[in-house]
């Protein structure tokens, strides 16, 4: 479930950059904004990966870090998903910066999940976990303009949030296991973890 959970996540990891860009020009003629606007939406996933660099240790601290991947993926889910009933520039620039945040924390706390589950296979886990985030950068960029052009750019947007919000299933499973490890272990029918 673990290393279901970092694959998925790691997928989700720029999503919201690479479905964005290539309809930038339509949605600037949808909602009236030229180029200073596209550029501060370009600006938008650095500044979030930069603040959420910061911030994120000290939410894992707090939540640990299975916590803190679930709630990066609920966070990216519910940005994507609400980019999609964006009405106006605003809104389109808040959604995003709620999915890039929830993309910014999952930079930072896959690397310590990797290191805690698969201390001895390190190497392999985060090679799949890098090759399945490249997959997440390519595949976005590839069908935005199609799924656009098909179905709107709502759904182009939109359509991600499914697998943000299915991410988001293997960090329940492991959590729910663990709280019930725990209770097993409180009641007298289970050994210690590790």
């Known amino acids: 479930l673990v290393l279901a959970g970092i694959a ?31 550029g501060v939406l370009g600006m938008v996933p650095t500044a979030a990966f930069a603040l959420f660099g910061v911030v994120t240790p000290s939410i ?40 890039l945040s929830g993309m910014g924390m999952g ?14 296979r390190v190497g392999t886990v985060s090679t799949l976990y890098i ?3 490249q997959l997440g950068t390519i ?3 590839l069908l935005a303009v199609p799924l656009a052009q098909s179905a709107g750019w709502r759904v182009s947007l939109g359509a991600w949030s499914l697998i943000a919000a299915a991410a988001v299933l293997p960090w329940i499973a ?13 009641d007298g029918l289970a050994g210690p973890t590790r």
């Open 174 to 186: 492991v959590l729910w296991m663990e709280q019930f490890g725990q209770s097993r272990q409180g």
């Open 107 to 120: 930079n930072v706390v896959l690397p310590p999940l990797v290191k805690r589950y698969f201390a001895d």
């Open 8 to 38: 998925m996540a790691a997928f989700n990891l720029r999503t919201a950059v690479t479905s964005l860009t290539p309809l930038l020009d339509s949605l600037g003629r949808e909602f009236g904004f030229g180029s200073t606007m596209t």
């Open 60 to 99: 894992a601290h707090r939540l640990g870090l299975e916590r803190t991947a679930l709630l990066a993926m609920v966070l990216a889910a519910l940005g994507l998903l609400a980019r999609a009933f964006a009405g106006d520039t605003a809104m389109l620039l808040a959604t995003s910066a709620l999915a």
């Open 139 to 141: 595949l976005p960029a």
């Open 131 to 133: 090759t399945v985030l």
